[in-house]
Nanobody, 122 residues
Framework: QVQLVESGGGLVQAGGSLRLSCAASGRTFAAHTVGWFRQAPGKEREFVTGITWSAGTTLYADSVKGRFTISRDRAENAVYLQMNSLKPEDTADYYC???????????????WGQGTQVTVAS
């Protein structure tokens, strides 16, 4: 029913910026919270940030506060992750996902995108 399409991953130097996009097809984000997760090789999946579609309430992991910003575009039915001041430890596969509430647990999210690779070089 819900298909999530991600884009924007790539290679960036430490201190640089990157913007990831997550768009829904088939079904709108209107009834969902949209979150971003990341998983580095050999590590567990980590919550990055999330936003409620209706009110725009946001939640950030401590590791990205002040550097990453999540936003939504109602007209385009898309969610964006603006990543600034990137660090090598931000290197990971990044996934967008939807949930029924603003949760930080991956198990609470129902639909997932395929992921996009982000590599931050030192």
């Amino acid at each position: 029913q819900v298909q999530l399409v991600e884009s924007g991953g790539g290679l960036v130097q430490a201190g640089g910026s990157l913007r990831l996009s997550c768009a829904a097809s088939g079904r709108t984000f209107a009834a969902h919270t949209v979150g971003w997760f990341r998983q580095a090789p050999g590590k567990e999946r980590e919550f990055v940030t999330g936003i409620t579609w209706s009110a725009g309430t946001t939640l950030y992991a401590d590791s990205v506060k002040g550097r990453f910003t999540i936003s939504r575009d109602r007209a385009e039915n898309a969610v964006y992750l603006q990543m600034n001041s990137l660090k090598p430890e931000d290197t990971a596969d990044y996934y967008c996902a939807t949930a029924g509430g603003l949760y930080s647990s991956a198990s609470s999210y129902t639909y997932w995108g395929q992921g996009t690779q982000v590599t931050v070089a030192s």
